[in-house]
């Protein structure tokens, strides 16, 4: 039997951990994580033919490794000469791969029983064996379902948790018999889940997965490498450590070659020391391991501490649950909090304070009796990563500082052509304002030609730049419309759908390394100002409704603008189009701005008593940055975001004949049926815009709709217009629209659910349907009977579940919820 160990990931993730080293070589007690993986496949599997397969930083690990003798194995290197996906780097090595063969991703920390796998492949005569485990989290792996006698069923690579089905992951552990080579395509970029898997099926190839406890975790981020030392010194996984055992009173030491411990020292928990290390005097250890060539001068105090190699760490410095990389010098009285990361070759002068969860990047030098707070760049917030959605959320001059945004701008620059073009647009806060410029230079420094169209709403920028073939992409900064405290950076395609997450990974991946590209001083970008850019806005949607159904109807409305950027674009239109109307609100004010919440309820509240007192068709409201609109109905009460969508595709079954196709989220209540529209429900998200060109509207339940007529993303100001152009082709009052939809019952809540139990709800949710109609497009959704149903999808970023019911009545839907909220409940105390 051979070995395959995958080492070619970047560790973007993990940074500033993988500055100078590719993640597999992360020390775990002061071992490189892949060596743990080579010896356990050598003593559970007696294999000595390993290939190692590189792609980021691969003399470091050949370096290290060489020819795999001083480890009791035979290893030879695989070096793709472009990214050809897992499979297909496998794929590389084919003329090694002569019989079975077992791949192992060498970044994971595992004491799985590599023999335990083996044997049931054997027996079950397998081509293709994937190890198979629960886990809290199943979000970063691929979710798979198994039959009892382990054939599998179903899985998905790296859902949404809308998407996830069970809380059983794919470990990358696989065993594989060399006759599947031949599915594997030479010289093709080629995934394992995405691409192998599903042809094997479709060519009646069983998967077989083997359920095996343990444990396991990917390292993929700096916490979770924290996390794994943790877990050994509670000894929840047991590695084998290096080095002659000194045995305290409290604890025990492991002491390799040249390494010594004055016998003052007080040892608690595992201490770990590795070559030619010396700890001084008066020392306090707890549950801490130490490199090489490391010096703790006396009274140095140090607890759940991971020190690399050729540290020297001052006198009566104190260190708490932190990570320290290689080359470091911190001089005396250093105070380290818990969750602090300082990466190589970095200076911390006496006196200096490091707050909780700072990371300090690679080359920094700290000044004496400096307090670094954990508001910067690299805080807790962007540990992980940075997007979110395509946006980069944070507080203004706390995470989203203007270094910051100078360092984003350089990063997605550096993966655009030089002398492209993008549009740069904000929104008229002054924090916007200030970012924007410091974007604007990042922009600028790495090449970029930047077509600045100033403060307008999102939905100008993003229509120019669908409508512009020379310009690449676009970015609008604005304040967010969830947390007044809080701006949002927004990345577009040149299509102006927000851009995927593979792209912000790239973006990530250079702004982690700080890999920017700079360019000379004959390339840098220019600014171009885009002047008409609001005047071709507002000529589109003139053009894209009709001025006769306007003036022929007689349609009288008020509109709320809130104070928002829409103010420039709304008034103009609604009186070129002949609206009687009362504009409330069409000014900039920030100050409003800063209390939105409470904005909105009394826009609410006038714009229903103004309708009433004016006799109006309408009231519409018109949220800030134009991404949402509202409706309040001609007797002065506020429709529901829900039933607006509802009232819509009512009137455009009956009026507007020429929309035909429809996509709406998998939510979307179905009491009411259309015969004259073809609707789609699923996912509500990562749409490609040739999708998107298959329908005529894409519409959700909270006041977001785009007509493709106009644009593929939400406008609030053209749904608006072409809201109040079908309701007075109905020739119907908007109240007898609504009451002509049937009566039901529909309801969205928010159950609490920590993540780590978000998998395991969905599993339980799909077990408690497997009686009943049940579907998991997104989320998973059961029929209680053929109009009653609930929908649990857990959220993507915060710790509930999202529940959605449709029922007959009130009653029905009170009691559906608490069934299930009780059942939830029930299933997390498990």
Known sequence: MKAIVLAGGFGTRIQPLTNSMPKPMLPILNRPMMEHIIIKLRDDLGIKDIAILLYFMPDVIKDYFKDGKDFGVNISYVLPDDDYGTAGAVGMARDFLDETFIIVSGDLVTDFDFRTIYNFHQEKKSNLTIALTPVENPLQFGVVIASEDGRIQKFLEKPSWGEVFSDTIN????????NIMDFIPRDENFDF??????????????????????????????????????????????????????????????????????????VKGIVVVGKKTHINKDCKLFNVVIGENCILEENVKLENTIIWDRNNIGEKSKIKNAVLCNDIDIHKKVKIKEGVIVAEKC?????????????????????????????????????ASIFELGTVVGRVNIELSCELAVKLAES??????????????????KSSRMLKRSFLSGMLSSGINVLDIFGVPSIVMRYNLAHKDDVVAGVHIRQSVKNQEETEIIFYTNEALLIDTNLAKNIERIFFRENFRRVRFNEIGEIT?????????????????????????????????????????????????????????????????????????????????????????????????????????????????????????????????????????????????????????????????????????????????????????????????????????SGRKLSESIKELPEFAYRGENVACPSEYKGKMMRKFLEDGED????????????????????????????????????????NANKIFEEYQGKINTWINE
């Not at 919440?597 to 068709?617: A, F």
Request: proline share 3%; with cysteine.
């Open 171 to 178: 470990t990358g552990i696989y065993i594989i018999e060399p």
């Open 193 to 266: 889940a995405k691409d192998l898997f599903p042809i094997l099926m479709k060519n009646n190839v069983t998967l077989w997965g083997c359920m095996i406890e343990g444990y396991w975790r990917d390292v993929g981020n700096p916490e979770s490498y924290r996390e794994v030392y943790q877990d050994i010194f509670h000894g929840t996984i047991k590695l084998p450590i290096k080095g002659e055992q000194v045995k305290y009173e409290d604890g025990i030491a492991y002491l390799e070659d040249g390494s010594s411990i004055d016998p003052s020292v007080d």
């Open 347 to 383: 200076l911390i002068d006496a006196g200096v304070t490091f707050l909780k969860d700072v990371m300090v990047w690679p080359n920094k030098t700290i000044e004496e009796d400096a307090v670094i707070s954990n508001n910067v760049i690299w805080g807790d917030k962007y540990k």
């Open 412 to 429: 997605f620059g550096s993966i655009l052509p030089i002398g492209s073009k993008i549009y740069l647009s904000r929104d008229y806060h």
């Open 529 to 729: 100002e885009d002047l008409e850019a609001t005047d071709k806005y507002i000529e589109a949607v003139k053009n894209k409704t009709k001025e006769t159904n306007f003036k022929n109807k007689g349609i009288k409305i008020v509109a709320d603008l809130m104070f928002g950027s829409t103010s420039k674009i709304y008034p103009k239109i609604v009186n070129d189009l002949g609206i009687e109307s009362v504009v409330l609100n069409a000014y900039e004010d920030d100050k409003q701005l800063q209390k939105l919440p409470s904005l909105i309820k009394k826009s609410q509240k006038e714009v229903g008593k103004i309708v009433q007192s004016l006799g109006l068709d309408c009231g519409v409201l018109i949220y800030p940055n134009g991404q949402k609109f509202q409706v309040v109905d001609d007797e002065g009460n506020l429709v529901k975001d829900y039933i607006l969508l509802l009232t819509l595709l009512h009137i455009l079954n009956n009026s507007c004949h020429e929309i035909k196709k429809i996509f709406l989220p998998a939510w979307t209540p179905d009491f009411v049926e259309y015969k004259n529209l073809e609707i789609t429900k699923g996912k509500f998200g990562g749409f490609k815009a040739k999708q998107l060109k298959e329908y005529d509207l894409i519409a959700n339940t909270d006041g977001h709709f785009a007509f493709s007529e106009f644009g593929l993303s939400t406008d609030a100001v053209f749904s608006s217009f072409k809201f109040l152009e079908c309701l007075g082709l």
């Open 772 to 811: 009943k109609k049940s579907s998991h497009t997104d989320g998973v959704k059961i029929w209680l009977d053929e109009k009653e149903w609930i929908l649990m999808i857990p959220d993507q970023h915060r710790e509930f579940l999202n529940i959605y019911i449709q029922a007959k009545n009130d009653t």
